[in-house]
């Protein structure tokens, strides 16, 4: 019989860190969430500890600690190498986490643990190929080849948001020097461009109606109006579905998976982005892969960051563990 297990899941993000209890079943028990402290890498790290001190407090002893964070993550050390929204750089946080609390650690980057969540516990549970996506102000990317997480040689493999679409394409976001990324036409962010642009460019329609009364028009407005038919809205978010599904033609080309997994706060309107998707797979990738592929909505939402730190802590640090159970149907 299989040990209970009792994981602290820490999901730490570019603007909230969310803690938990949660079980071996991937459940979750208990949990907090604040606003992350950014002001300093001591006042962010102080943060860290008295909201695990509280938890602690609260759950009693744990098994083991995952962790899941906004950053760039060296797995085998450990250590955040370096964070775009957090004030973190060069952090060894499992070794400070695993001495402070006596429990084993893992710590990794979000998209990794949110591929974890959904290989274990979700949409892409009993597939020992999958490739996961999430939409966020980026693209974040996971691949699970035979069975387990693939890393590559220091932790930074499946930036698959930075496959190439259009090698003339934009200037990508942020620390990439590439231009024409899938990022640049699939992301929260491009989505918050295609709905202001429309809202200008089309004063007459929803979108530009929203505008002119001073609503807030980005991404999030472009997928409620799809959610509820508006044509123009479901036009302009086919059309970033297409894109999304040019980047996967050329995954599915190359890792052959079972299933691709979109999930993130960006795919609410996944019924839309994913149609577009599979009809571009299906038109442009290769045979046998595009007839094997399922594109599926992620099972987590906002929940993804703590259930995955939690599977992370399950698949690293208790590995007699099987890595996934059971089958999807
Ligand atoms: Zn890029």
């Known amino acids: ?95 400070l986490l695993a001495a402070r609390y006596r429990v084993p650690v893992a710590v990794d980057n979000d998209a990794n643990v949110a591929c974890l969540a959904e290989h274990l516990r979700g949409a892409g549970r009993g597939a020992s190929e999958m490739i996961m996506l999430t939409l966020g102000t980026g693209i974040g990317g996971g691949i699970i080849a035979g069975g387990r997480l693939y890393r590559g040689v220091s932790g930074a493999a499946g930036e698959l948001g ?35 642009d429309t809202a200008r460019a089309r004063p007459d329609s929803t979108l530009g109606r929203a505008l002119a009364a001073g609503e807030e028009v980005g991404g999030p407005l472009l997928s409620r109006l799809a959610l509820a038919g508006d044509p123009l809205a479901v036009e302009v978010l086919d059309g970033i579905g297409e894109k999304l599904g040019v980047g996967i033609a050329s995954m599915v080309n190359v890792f052959n998976p ?44 906002p929940d993804a960051g703590l259930v995955g730190a939690a599977a992370l802590a399950l698949v690293e640090l208790f590995p007699d563990r099987p890595a996934a159970e059971g089958s999807p149907s």
């Open 162 to 196: 930075h496959i190439v679409i259009d090698c003339d394409g934009p200037r990508c976001q942020g620390a990439c020097p590439n231009s024409g990324c899938l990022e640049v036409y699939a992301s929260g962010r491009a989505m918050n461009r295609a709905a202001l």
């Open 258 to 301: 079972e299933v691709v997994v979109v999930g993130g706060g960006a795919a609410q309107a996944a019924d839309v982005l994913l149609g577009a998707a599979r009809r571009v797979v299906a038109a442009r990738a290769l045979q046998p892969q595009r007839d094997e592929v399922r594109i599926v909505q992620a099972r987590y939402g």
């Open 1 to 95: 019989m299989r040990h209970a297990r009792a994981i602290m899941g820490v999901d730490l993000g570019g603007t909230k860190l969310a803690v938990g209890l949660i079980d071996g079943e991937l459940e979750i028990r208990d949990r907090s969430v604040a606003p992350a402290v950014t002001t300093s890498i001591e006042a962010c790290l102080a943060d860290i500890y008295r909201r695990l001190d509280e938890a602690v407090a609260a759950y009693g002893p744990v098994d083991a600690i995952g962790v899941g964070t906004a950053s760039m993550v060296d797995f085998r050390a450990g250590r955040i190498v370096l964070s775009t929204n957090l004030p973190l750089r060069d952090v060894r946080l499992r070794d």
